[in-house]
């Protein structure tokens, strides 16, 4: 026979019960609500976004009239894709079944329920833990795997498809179907659902990508549930990245001997030839060949269903557009998602790192449920090639490997039980950050995240040190406190550790950056566009994360408020400023990782935004980001690296110099390849550099591009654009390197009289500038101090002007009534994890800095470590020259502001300016335009004692 399937997706009625009042006989059709299956309840009703307890639903079906040629013992089948998470079942008042677990299929017999004639009745309850203290009673929400529903809000209902299916008695369950590219065959492993009572025979057909099949045929003996038999796939097309060739085997069970005999039963399922494993030294493999891996995150959340994707063809697009942005991984982040969503990786040829989600508590029962979500996981994706790595653990959660030896050697269990369950994938035990391990993994990954420019160094220096397998990334035990406290004051210390008796570390696990990244804003209006004209619902939540930088709610009104539109026009224009400035964080982090050929790969956080988490390359809607056609450039499977540059700003006529190298990764062969350049905007500044022979999975250094700075009218950004080409002239690989070029000042300010009390290094470079530096700060137009303290308030009180050097929170040492100066590091303005952005007013200064208002790369070194606090919106409209925000436009504060002090005027500035004067031109430039401001200010003349005061 074959199947017959009934789709049940579509509406249905549904019944908040929060105080469970209802049983399955008596829901009220006056409270019946409308709601579309698959899909989760909160994802439908704006009154039901948070809740969690227990909700009903129902629907009525009408079973199809058996053929004539079905046989007498067929079996009608309910299945459930996954619902979350404890699902009751009836059938026309009688119940069927229950199930426990939200992420896995589950099927239920309906006959003895159900009626051949007229409609039945189909009841589900659904009890969804969540945050509802009584639903967690009999399954503590601590205690079952949840995945990102402690960030992004609970998840209850039928979020998977329904379906009933007729089927022979004796059917197939489970068709495996594992490649074995060496020995060019697929081992099939075929499952009945129950013991035949006679020999049958099974049919295998095996069609290969070019649609060509061959078969076979088996037979089972009486009382035989499995079959184990080989296919022969001679000369196999291999399922690879970009080449997502597909093989597709059909089991049929015949209901005769003979050749003619018709089938019972028939299921299929595609699978691809393909090998992942790991190398001795240290490199992951496909098919035999060295991989880099590029992949970005992906928390699987949709922007109309949250947990239920989009239709096939939308999550093609996706998955089109991932390839476009030059990936080949997606890690699906704590979360079993729909089966639909591997069938489309494989048909894009795209790899899958995949995960169990996450409990919060390792009891007895998280620990079995666990389990069993693991191997319930493992056996139904089994057939996926687009799978090739399982995470157990992600960051710690539900565990502490830390100090925990039990949970350590929990992870070492079930690593070796998953290991011996799939032999053919990779494993990673914990994917570790900051203050947690590894223990053991096939995989040795970590995790950071840096604000960029403010913190370039720091992740250069963090990426030097894990490139050389330091010990802080595997277990050690500490026994103390004090132990751990002297951890956390230098964590990233590659000093020799003792490590945990748990850990089983090679030495040779491949190094992956498994997560790094910063925020770009979604443009409001796009978002606006998909969600009907108004605010996503998600605008309302976030609130609890980050000090509240992560709420997206009144993100247009904080905007008008801190007077952003006079940097950025429109919100739209904030947008794309903070878009761009992800893509240049991200070149940067990205180009660091390929100097170091120990590290092999690299995930992005991440591929879309995840409601107010704005790192996405997608936003929530799956629209580009700014850079969508120019970040596949930097990952590339050969990608060219400007290294061991220290800025990027220079005077006209500096000899600029960029050290060029090729991290090649690609099958490709390189052999008398060029490097062609040319300074955009300058046609006359190229040149062409001959490649040495590049070998693969090093990096090749290439040589060095150096040209004079042409002279300039006007400061200009440009790129120096990189172009490498085969022996052919056909392009290999890409990039660009930003430069920022700057007509020379006038030295001549000695029109300018400035004091510099006490500061004799300082004034020497403001000597140097041009500037004429008096003792007598009553003949100086301003003075320019690092330190405010009493005497210096005093002065200005009475008439002077300051320029304020703040640029530690130790620069105040006095009193500025509302006015202060705070350090960011350790507060949401370090902005590592929800990105900070810093901002120029160019109205009255630093129009000579072309960077678009944005604080960039051209500020490398100059990015304040403190900023400004005390001032108001008011302040912004007129007083503020540069700033800085978290997140959503949250925790405004001032980097460069002004203000009258009674008779005089203070300007403070806490970007790191000091050191770099008149070498940096952009530290020069802001120098030079915040004394000109302070000295265009009317001049009061001071009386002697100020003098003397200041020059103590």
């Known amino acids: ?93 009688t119940l069927i079944g229950e199930h426990e677990g939200g992420y896995l299929p589950f099927e239920l017999a309906l006959d003895g329920a159900a009626r051949w004639e007229g409609e039945n009745e189909l009841v589900v309850r659904v009890l969804d833990p969540g945050n509802d203290a009584d639903a967690g009673e009999q399954f503590p929400f601590a205690e079952i795997p949840h995945g ?61 990508p070019a649609g060509h099949t061959e078969q076979m045929r088996a037979s089972m003996d009486a009382g035989q549930r499995q079959l184990d038999a080989a296919l022969a796939v001679p000369k196999p097309a291999l399922w690879d990245v970009g080449a997502p ?21 028939s299921v ?33 959340y949709y922007p109309d269903l949250v947990y239920t994707p989009f239709s096939d063809a939308e999550l093609d697009d996706q998955f089109a557009k991932a390839r476009h942005m030059g990936l080949n991984c997606l890690r699906t982040h704590i979360k079993i998602t729909d089966p639909r969503y591997y069938a489309a990786a494989d048909r894009a040829g795209m790899l899958i790192w995949t995960e169990l989600p996450n409990w919060q508590d390792l009891t007895d029962a998280a620990k079995r449920r666990a389990r069993e979500t693991l191997h319930g996981m493992v056996e139904r994706d089994w057939n996926h090639p687009s799978i090739v790595i399982w995470t157990i653990v992600n960051e710690n959660w539900g565990v502490d490997l830390a100090v925990n030896a039990g ?127 108004r605010e996503p619902w998600w605008f309302e939540t976030g609130i609890e994360w980050g000090e509240g930088v992560a709420y997206p709610h009144g993100i247009e009104q904080r905007y008008r408020a801190w007077h952003l539109d006079r940097v950025f026009p429109t919100l739209s224009d904030l947008s794309a400023a903070s878009q761009r400035m992800q893509f240049t964080a991200l070149k940067y982090q990205i180009e660091q990782m390929r100097r170091h050929p120990a590290i092999v790969g690299y995930v992005i956080t991440e591929l879309t935004d995840v409601h107010w988490e704005s790192n996405g390359l997608l936003d929530m809607c799956r629209n580009p980001k700014s850079y969508f056609d120019v970040i596949g450039q930097i990952n590339g499977a050969d990608a060219l690296v400007p290294v061991d540059w220290e800025r990027i700003a220079f005077w006209e006529g500096e000899r600029c110099e960029v050290r060029l190298a090729l991290s090649h990764f690609s099958a490709a062969d390189l052999r008398g ?34 040209f004079e700075v042409p002279p300039v ?72 101090v690092e330190r405010m303290n009493d005497e210096h308030r005093w002065y200005v009180q009475n008439g002077g002007r300051v320029v304020w050097l ?41 129009q000579d800095i072309p960077s678009g208002g944005v604080v960039d790369f051209a500020f490398a070194d100059l990015t304040p470590e403190a900023v400004l606090v005390g001032l108001t919106p008011r302040d912004f409209a007129s007083n503020v020259h540069a700033g800085l925000f978290v997140g959503w436009v949250h925790h405004v504060a001032a980097l460069v502001a002004e203000r009258t002090v009674d008779r005089g005027r203070l300007l403070a500035c806490t970007f790191r300016l000091r050191d770099h004067l008149g070498t940096h031109p952009v530290a020069t430039i802001m120098m030079r335009d915040m004394i000109a401001r302070m000295a265009a200010r009317p001049h009061v003349a001071q009386e002697p004692a100020a003098g003397r005061a200041l020059a103590r």
Request: net charge negative.
């Open 268 to 300: 299929r399922d595609h699978f691809g030839m393909r090998t992942i494993s790991t190398s001795p030294d240290g490199h992951l493999m496909l098919n035999g060949r060295i991989l880099y891996l590029r992949g970005a995150l992906d928390q699987d």
């Open 673 to 706: 390849c060029r490097l062609s350049w040319q300074l955009d905007g300058f046609p006359q500044i190229q040149g062409e550099i001959a490649c040495p022979n590049p070998e693969r999975a090093r990096l090749t250094q290439l040589g060095t591009v150096i």
């Open 245 to 265: 060739n597909l093989h597709t085997v059909e089991a049929r069970l015949l209901a005769g001997g003979d050749d003619g005999a018709p089938a019972v039963d």
């Open 806 to 846: 703040a640029e530690s929170s130790e620069a105040q040492q006095t009193h500025l009534g509302p006015l202060g100066v705070a350090q960011r590091h350790g507060r949401s303005w370090q902005g590592d994890w929800a990105s900070s952005m810093s901002w120029l007013r160019q109205d009255r200064l630093f």
């Open 148 to 208: 990102k529903q402690s960030w992004y809000g609970p998840i209850g209902g039928i979020w998977q498809s329904v379906w009933i299916e007729r089927r022979n008695r004796v059917h197939t369950r489970r068709l495996r179907l594992t490649p074995d590219v060496a020995g060019e065959q697929v081992e099939v492993r075929l499952t009945l659902s129950a013991a035949p009572a006679e020999r049958t025979d099974v049919l295998l057909l095996l069609t290969d």
């Open 1 to 93: 026979m074959v199947r017959t399937r009934v789709n049940l997706d579509g509406r249905w009625e549904f019944f908040p019960d929060p105080q469970q009042r209802f049983d399955h006989n008596s829901l009220p059709a006056a409270e019946a609500r409308s709601i579309g299956v698959p899909g989760p309840w909160q994802a439908q009703f704006d009154d039901l976004r948070e809740s969690s307890g227990v909700a009903w639903y129902r629907t009525r079906f009408t079973l199809p009239v058996p053929a004539p040629d079905d046989p007498p013992d067929s079996v009608h089948l309910l299945h459930f894709g996954a619902v979350d998470y404890y699902a009751s079942v009836w059938v026309n008042g």
């Open 713 to 784: 009218e006007r400061a200009v950004r440009a790129r120096l654009e990189l172009r490498l080409v085969d022996s052919a002239g056909e392009p290999l690989a890409r990039n660009h390197h930003e430069l920022y070029l700057f007509p020379r000042m006038s030295q001549d300010q000695r029109s300018t009289r400035v004091a510099v009390p006490g500061l004799p290094r300082l004034a020497g470079r403001l000597a140097a500038m041009g500037y004429e530096i008096v003792e007598d700060i009553a003949s100086a137009h301003l003075a320019v």
């Open 407 to 533: 949970h350590r050697a929990w992870l070492l269990e079930t690593y070796q039980e998953l290991k011996e369950l799939d032999p053919h994938r990779l494993v990673v035990g914990n994917s570790p950050c900051f203050t947690n391990f590894h223990v053991v993994t096939d995989i040795e990954d970590f995790h950071n995240y840096y604000a960029m420019p403010d913190h370039y160094r720091q992740w250069k220096t963090w990426v030097e040190t894990f490139a050389t397998r330091p010990p802080w990334t595997f277990a050690t035990e500490y026994r103390s406190i004090d132990q751990w406290r002297e951890y956390i004051r230098d964590p990233w210390n590659p000093v020799p550790r003792q490590p945990a008796p748990e850990v089983r570390r090679r030495g040779n696990e491949p190094m992956v950056v498994s997560e790094f990244g910063n925020w770009g804003l979604p443009d409001i209006e796009k978002l606006k566009a998909c969600h009907g004209g």
